[in-house]
């Protein structure tokens, strides 16, 4: 078994349910967690699946962007699997625990991001986050992120461990999230505090 000695959370539809709540707040006529109703074959394009729902032509990707304010990114619900968050801290010490998040251009991601943690996050980790599109370079040896992402789990790979959430968008997309989460978590060594 791994050692574990840190855990980087990705943000965005990892600890909260950003996607869907931003089809939401365009138009699109879904939930924040009616997850079913995402088309799969869109995989990570946001905009594909914002144009499947709405019938009107793709934009271009900063127009998108634009369109998604400070308030929608601030707002975000939590996910369900928000309790990721206290069990990484029960398992390897608050002050191991980081947010990893990857921005996009717009300004009001970085501060809707920011507005969003400060709203949600435990005191104690008011400061413990790394805003950034380069995950890969938080993996060392004893750390484990756990990202939404299949790219940025395969890279981190690469030299650290990592559990991909399963999400309509992503390669697990059949698996329950929560139960496939407590599984995948289990099956990791957690040392609390320990930096061997």
């Not at 349910?17 to 006529?29: D, E, M, P, V, Y």
């Not at 309790?83 to 009001?108: F, M, R, Y």
């Not at 789990?153 to 989460?181: C, D, G, M």
Request: glycine share 6%; net charge negative; hydrophobic share 40%.
């Amino acid at each position: 078994m791994q050692q574990i000695h840190r855990i980087a959370i990705d943000l965005d539809d990892t600890i909260n349910s950003l996607t869907l709540h931003i089809l939401n707040r365009l138009g699109c006529g879904i939930g924040p967690f009616e997850y079913e109703k995402f088309p799969k074959q869109m995989g990570y394009d946001i905009i594909g699946a914002w144009s499947h729902f709405t019938g009107r032509d793709k934009v271009p990707v900063p127009m998108f962007w634009e369109w998604v304010g400070r308030k929608v990114w601030a707002e975000a619900p939590l996910s369900n699997q928000f309790w990721i968050l206290d069990h990484a801290a029960n398992l390897v010490g608050e002050e191991n625990v980081l947010i990893a998040t990857s921005p996009t251009k717009s300004a009001d991601c970085h501060f809707g991001k920011y507005q969003w943690m400060e709203r949600h996050l435990p005191d104690w980790m008011q400061r413990q986050y790394s805003v950034t599109p380069r995950k890969e370079w938080l993996a060392t040896p004893g750390v484990l992120l756990i990202d939404d992402c299949d790219m940025n789990v395969n890279s981190f790979r690469e030299k650290a461990s990592a559990i991909l959430v399963p999400r309509p968008w992503n390669t697990l997309h059949q698996e329950h999230t929560s139960s496939w989460l407590a599984e995948q978590l289990g099956q990791f060594e957690y040392v609390f505090g320990s930096t061997k």
